[in-house]
C-alpha cells in the first residue's frame, strides 16, 4: 500500500435496524451555496468514494450513508447529504434520527439540556429535529420534516406479469408509489424478502414510465420516484400498519422508513383517514417501530400538505478507518446481488 492511499473515517449505527454510515474525515468537503448545489457536486466528482463506502467490501447492496457538511442558513446547526448504493438521496428519516443521535452522543455537536433541538439543511429542505437524552444519552429522536403530500390517489399502472396495480404516489421528502400488499398478493415477512425487491423493482419501473413526478417548487432535482412502499396489516392492533420501502436500487429498508411514514400519513390525511395530532406507530419488516403523526396543515407550491413529526430510536454500532488503496483494483467497489 502506499503513501497515496486515502483514509476515511465513519461512525456506524442503525436505526430501527437501517444502517447508516456517518463519514467524519477523509472526504472531499463539497463546495455549493445550497445543499442541492453540494449535492450535485458529489454526484458529479463523488461517485468512486460514494460507491466505495457503499458497496462490497466495505457495504454492501442496502448499506446507507451520511456526510454531515456545514450549514447553508444562517440559522441552520448541520448540513447532511444522504448515499446509498445507486446514488445521493434528497432526504432521509432513520438518517436525520441516526445523524442527531450520534452527533449529540459522540460530540459532533455540543448541544446541553435534555431536549436539544438541532437544525439541518437537506436537499429537501430544513427539517428540525429534537433530541430527547435520559440519563445523559440520547434515548430517541423526533423530527419534524419538510411538507409531505398526497401527489396522486388511486393511480393505475400495468406491470408484467400482475396485470394493473393501484398506488398512490405521496411526497414525504422523497417521491414514493404506495401499493396495498394484499392487492398484489404479497406477503410483508421476512421470508418474502426476494419477491418484496423484485416486485418493489417492477412496480417503481412501471410508474416511471407512466406517471412522471414534479415537486411543486419546480426544482427538477427533486423530482423522481424514489422507491416504492408496500404497506399491509401489522400487529398487535395499536400499530396502525407494516411499511416495507423498496427504493434505489432495489434496496429494502430495514426501518419504517422516515420519508416513507411522513408521505404516507400525508396520503391518509388526504383520504380523511388519519385526522391532525393523531399518533400512529408504523412498523418495518422486522417489526421496528416509528411513531408519526401530521402536525398540522400547510402547502408547498400551492398543494395542500402536512407537517409530520416522526420519532424513533438509533443505536452507535462502530467506529472505522477504511482505507483506499489506489493500487487496489476493486478500490472503488462491487455489488453482488
Not at 439540556?113 to 429537501?124: H, I, K, Q, S
Not at 400488499?181 to 414510465?209: H, N, S, T
Request: charged letters at 25%; a negative charge.
Amino acid at each position: 500500500m502506499g503513501a497515496a492511499a486515502l483514509r476515511i473515517t465513519t461512525l456506524d449505527a442503525h436505526t430501527a435496524g437501517e444502517p447508516l454510515r456517518i463519514i467524519t474525515s477523509g472526504f472531499p468537503e463539497p463546495p455549493g451555496d445550497t445543499i442541492l448545489a453540494k449535492r450535485a457536486w458529489v454526484r458529479e466528482h463523488a461517485e468512486p468514494l460514494r460507491r466505495a463506502l457503499m458497496w462490497e467490501p466495505r457495504g454492501h447492496a442496502d448499506m446507507y450513508g451520511a456526510l454531515p457538511v456545514p450549514p447553508v442558513t444562517d440559522d441552520g446547526d448541520l448540513g447532511v447529504l444522504f448515499l446509498h448504493n445507486e446514488g445521493w438521496s434528497t432526504m432521509c428519516g432513520h438518517g436525520v434520527i441516526g445523524l442527531v443521535t450520534v452527533a449529540l452522543d459522540e460530540g459532533l455537536l455540543e448541544r446541553p439540556g435534555d431536549a436539544p433541538v438541532v437544525r439541518l439543511d437537506t436537499p429537501a429542505g430544513r427539517v428540525t429535529a429534537t433530541a430527547h437524552r435520559e440519563h445523559g444519552r440520547v434515548a430517541r429522536v423526533s423530527f419534524e420534516n419538510v411538507p409531505s403530500f398526497l401527489v396522486a390517489a388511486d393511480l393505475s399502472v400495468e406491470v408484467d406479469g400482475l396485470g394493473a396495480v393501484d398506488c398512490d404516489l405521496g411526497y414525504g421528502g422523497a417521491f414514493y408509489a404506495y401499493v396495498d400488499a394484499d392487492a398484489v398478493g404479497l406477503e410483508l415477512r421476512r421470508r418474502a424478502f426476494p419477491e418484496i425487491v423484485a416486485l418493489g423493482k417492477r412496480i417503481k419501473q412501471a410508474v416511471v414510465a407512466r406517471h412522471p413526478v414534479r415537486h411543486p417548487d419546480g426544482d427538477p432535482d427533486l423530482g423522481f420516484l424514489y422507491g416504492v412502499i408496500f404497506h399491509g396489516h401489522a400487529a398487535p392492533d395499536e400499530v396502525l400498519e407494516r411499511n416495507v420501502c423498496v427504493f434505489a436500487d432495489g434496496e429494502v429498508d430495514r426501518s419504517p422508513t422516515g420519508t416513507g411514514v411522513s408521505g404516507r400519513v400525508a396520503c391518509l390525511v388526504a383520504r380523511g383517514a388519519l385526522g391532525f395530532g393523531e399518533t400512529v406507530e408504523i412498523e418495518s419488516l422486522l417489526g421496528t417501530r416509528f411513531t408519526v403523526c401530521a402536525e398540522r396543515a400547510t402547502t408547498v407550491g400551492g398543494v395542500d400538505a402536512v407537517v409530520p413529526r416522526v420519532t424513533g430510536s438509533a443505536h452507535l454500532t462502530g467506529r472505522h478507518e477504511f482505507v483506499i488503496d489506489p493500487a487496489d483494483p476493486l478500490r472503488e467497489g462491487f455489488l453482488l446481488r
